[in-house]
């Protein structure tokens, strides 16, 4: 099997380095279909922003794909949901992502409240292990990513892998213009 490469990165598999994923993406992993699939690299953690991370390891922004959470209330009800976009790209909140939901309005998750309810660190959340009742919605671009860098759920480690595996995520909705 062939890892997935990208810039300086050193790629290991994902599925046999657990040490280097947060706790529910390594329970969402070993039960993948795709499991073998994705590489974990490790990286100093100050620098898992997007735009620190790319410059010190060779990795462009359009390779990357950010996760981010979103909410909105209709009738009472919360719809959470994970929006997932290429880096060079903004996911359209308020527009896109709040008509899916089908609410009046729509925020991102406060970070305690995404740390906590995710069990992944903040600028590590990934679409890999969220809890079951939230949507992921995945931009057609980010699937078109032909090694895409995703967090791990921890801040010092990303996950390399196919874009088109975003879009087979458990619960995955690949979604045209998710993003501007």
Do not use: Q
Not at 30 to 49: C, F, N, Q, Y
Not at 102 to 116: I, N, T
Not at 145 to 166: E, N, Q, W, Y
């Amino acid at each position: 099997m062939t890892l997935p490469h990208l810039g300086t990165l050193e790629s290991l598999p994902a599925a046999d380095h657990p040490e280097l994923l947060a706790p529910p993406v390594a329970a969402a992993l070993a039960s993948w279909a795709h499991a073998g699939s994705p590489a974990v690299t490790a990286i100093d953690a100050d620098l898992a922003d997007t735009a620190a991370f790319g410059e010190a390891y060779g990795v462009p922004p359009e390779a990357s794909a950010n996760c981010v959470l979103v909410a909105g209330r209709r009738d009472g009800e919360e719809r959470v949901a994970a929006c997932v976009v290429r880096a060079d790209t903004r996911a359209d909140v308020n527009g896109v992502v709040r008509r899916l939901l089908g609410v009046r309005k729509c925020s991102f998750l406060p970070m305690e409240r995404a740390v906590a309810e995710s069990g992944m660190e903040h600028g590590g959340i990934t679409p890999l292990g969220l809890p079951a009742g939230w949507r992921v919605l995945v931009d057609a671009r980010a699937v078109e990513i032909d090694t895409a860098v995703i967090g791990s759920g921890v801040r010092r480690s990303k996950l390399l892998l196919p874009g088109a595996l975003l879009g087979l995520l458990p619960g995955a909705e690949v979604v045209t213009d998710l993003a501007r």
